[in-house]
């Protein structure tokens, strides 16, 4: 198995388990409203982080410069679209079709759960860095 198919193995299973209990909780709490405000923050926060795994897919053979660059670039798109779909989302989705609360919630539910399930993969790949050789 790759590198990024673990991390993203490791991240997605967390994730879908919190966003499935988020989604319950605020279709229970807020209704209709609710479930879409989840169902959206679910969308987002893992299409903005698989980014990030993908981006690492495709850089693994540059050379540093162009993997900082190619990260930079990607993470730049990624706030610049997220921006644009949040204000989409807040200027064309009323209220009542879309709970802001129950997206918030969820969104952070979902980020912390990626994060620790990537960490958590990350640390049982246990790779190991090759270090200069000392003179």
Known sequence: MSTERALLRG????TAV????????STWVKGSS????????????????AANVGT???????????TMS???????AKVLLLGVFLWLIST???TSTCDRKAF???AVAAT??????EIRAFLALKLHLQLPDRK
């Open 11 to 14: 991240a997605l299973i967390p």
């Open 104 to 106: 918030a919630l969820s």
């Open 56 to 66: 690492a897919r495709l850089s693994r053979d540059l050379d540093p410069v162009m």
């Open 70 to 76: 190619l990260a930079m670039f990607s993470y730049m």
């Open 92 to 94: 064309f989705v009323s």
């Open 34 to 49: 609710g479930l879409v405000g989840a169902l959206l923050a679910q969308f987002v926060v893992v299409i903005f982080f």
């Open 112 to 117: 912390f759960a990626w994060l620790g399930g």
């Open 18 to 25: 919190t966003g499935l209990a988020s989604i319950a909780i």
